[in-house]
């Protein structure tokens, strides 16, 4: 079945400066990669996604890119703000017998510092 | 639409009891997924349904899980007995196709078996 591996689990950054979350995943098949945000006490939340035909998608201050040759997919935010302080969650969806199968990231849990 | 709604949001019981997990979908998705997210294993598929009927129930612990969807507006997901490893927060997500779109999750039912 999918693997996804997401790094780091913890990312620390000061007010104002970029993040990055990776995610690598096994199976070629994949192709919708939806990144989910997770605040606490609360379900996650959809923030951004891309397919496969797509290689970067951008939305204001958040940007995803997908390098489908090397199996991995990015999630940028730039000009971090406290209430980008989160768990977030990279997903791989594939098709199986006309069915979507999803393998969520283990996490990464942001800190904007101010 | 109120989003996906889970009840209760949160259950403490004691080891051995009967709990029963319930989710009401956004109306008009016809995709239901049951999540359960812990500290050690992150989010894990339990099972999820397409059109009222259960398609993938790979991820169902072990015999003590049941989950049914009598309905499109309607979801159980059932624990007996509860043991306190099962001891997590459970997520009920919904989604309006099969394949390749956002699952929008409800609040989550945080569960303490003691």
């Known amino acids: 079945g999918e693997n996804v591996e997401q790094h780091p689990s913890t990312l620390s950054v000061q007010e104002g400066d970029s993040a990055v979350i990776k995610c690598t995943y096994s199976d070629s098949a994949s192709n919708y990669f939806p990144w989910y945000k997770q605040e606490l006490g609360k379900g996650p939340q959809l923030i951004i996604d891309i397919r496969s035909n797509v290689g970067e998608k951008k939305d204001q201050r958040i940007a995803v890119t997908l390098n489908k040759t090397a199996k991995h997919f990015s999630l940028h935010i730039t000009e971090t703000q406290p209430e980008d302080s989160a768990v977030y969650f990279c997903a791989a969806h594939f098709n199986s017998g006309g069915y979507q199968k999803v393998t969520f990231g283990t996490g990464t849990k942001l800190q904007v510092i101010p | 639409d109120a989003g996906v709604i889970q009840s209760p949001r949160h259950e403490v019981t004691e080891m051995g009891q009967e709990v029963t997990l319930r989710c009401k979908p956004i109306s008009g998705h016809n995709s239901l997924f049951w999540y359960r997210q812990t500290m050690m294993r992150g989010l894990e598929l339990l099972i999820y349904f397409n059109n009222n009927v259960p398609i993938d129930d790979s991820g169902m612990p072990e015999d003590r899980f049941s989950a049914k969807m009598p309905n499109a507006s309607f979801s159980t997901l059932k624990i007996q007995p509860s043991e306190p490893r099962d001891s997590a927060v459970y997520f009920c997500?919904?989604?309006?196709?099969?394949?390749?779109?956002?699952?929008?999750f409800g609040q989550g039912t945080r569960l303490t078996v003691v």
């Open positions: 997500a919904s989604s309006l196709e099969t394949t390749n779109t956002e699952a929008f």
